[in-house]
Structure formats: C-alpha cells, structure tokens
C-alpha cells in the first residue's frame, strides 16, 4: 500500500475572513446604476479586484431583474461574490450564492468518521451602506466591529511611502504613513489616518464604525477619502485645500475638511 494511502494525518481547515464591499441598489435599478456610473469615471479602478457583496433585502424584485442587474454590473467589473438578503426563490443555478451574517473563524477541525459535525462556514466581513443626500451612493468598507473593550485602540507605522496598487488595511486602530501615499494606493484604518507626506490615493478611516475617526495629511491630492463609509472626491473638496496640510472629520453625515 502506497504512503498516501495510509497517511492518516489530518487536513487542516481554516476559516478566513475578507475586506468586502456592501453594495444596496435601489429601484429604480437603471438611476441606481447611473449614480454607480459616476462613481466609477470619478475613482477609476474602484470596484477592480474586490470583494463585492450585493445586499437586496426588502426589496421588491423577481428573479430576472435580479439576474439583469448582476448582468449590468459584470459589464461594469463589479464581480459579484454572494447576496444577501435575497429569498430562496430570487437564486437559481448559476448565479452568486446567498450569504449570510459572519464573524471570525477560526480552525476547523474535520469530524471524525461516523460522528456528524454542524457546517462552518467563513464570509467576507462587510457593512451596510446607508443612504445620505449629500453624497450618493456610498459604499461602505469595513471588518469586524470593534469591540469595546475600554482600552486604547492599536497602530501601526508605515516608515516607507505607499506605492500605487498598494493596499494597507489595518481595521484594529490608527494608521501612520512616514511618506507618501501614490495614486492607485489606498489606506484602509479602523481608526484615524496620518499620512506624512502627500496623500495621492484613497484614505478610508473609521472602517469599523468608528465616526471619531479623521485623516490627516501634509499634502492633500487625494483620490478619495472616506470617514465610516461616508466619502468625498476631489471634486467635492474646496479646491482651496489641494496641495496643503488638511485634517478632515466627519460632522453627523457631512464630511469638513480644513487646513492644518
């Protein structure tokens, strides 16, 4: 009998969460998708590459608009990974699978023979966008949501700049940038951002709910920076602030920004 027949040593499985996007159309499906049309001409690149969950709970849809709607946004490059709160008669063969509220996991341990074990299943950790008629349609990053623990949250330091097509996700706390931050990067923070340098590429802070949270920088040339899921681009910027030393912080659903 071969080695691989009688190795008896266990495979090991791991759960494994992933930073996701949330995206909550809204009917009508074809205004929804020209305000994501925006989005997308105004922060190339957005959706490439992510995680994107589509949440339509309590929406009045059937399973051909649904359908037609994945299809418009796979033209678009907005990759579909699972839905949420869709009701079993809304997915059919071929199209994402449902998916349902997570937290971490951690190792699975596979059942032994004959003893049957409950499923685990990890998820990507996401967060619901809400709506805000200042800013439409923002789509929200986040992990898991801090616990409060009454202790001070961590950060880390980044003592090089962050080059473009790189991605610095720290959920836990406060990121620190000792550099630049090049168009095409992007910072992703539980906490509050501080980039010492100039920042070209997206600054998303308070990814886990955290409105406290704020950005600064030595030099704003941002493509986008966002606070708890709220963003602005840098049309939305008074064009005062490019090029100078900014903080900027969320005041109830409004982002403010002004010179250091």
Known sequence: MSESQTDKRPIRLKGRSFLAIQ??????????????????????????????????EGLDITQDQLKDLIGELGERSVRIMGI?????????????PP??????????EPPEDGVKQPAVAAKPVHSKASGDTKV?????????????????????????????GQSIIFPEGDVTVVGSVSSGAEIVAGGSIHVYGALRGRAMAGS????NARIFCSKLEAELVAIDGLYKMPDD?????????VTIWLDGETIRADKI
């Open 84 to 96: 949420e709160g869709a009701k079993s008669s809304l997915l059919g063969i071929g199209m994402p």
């Open 208 to 211: 886990v709910g955290n409105t």
């Open 136 to 164: 439409a349609d923002k789509p929200k990053v986040a992990q898991v949501p801090a616990q409060d623990t009454g202790q001070q949250l961590p950060s880390i330091v980044v003592d090089r700049p962050v080059r473009s």
């Open 237 to 245: 910027l008074d064009a005062g602030l490019v090029g100078q030393a």
């Open 99 to 108: 998916m349902k509220g997570g937290r971490p996991a951690g190792d699975v």
């Open 23 to 56: 995206l909550s159309p809204e009917l009508p499906f074809e205004n929804w998708l020209e305000r994501l049309d925006d989005l997308a001409r105004r922060s190339t690149g957005f959706f490439l590459g992510r995680p994107i969950v589509l949440d339509v």
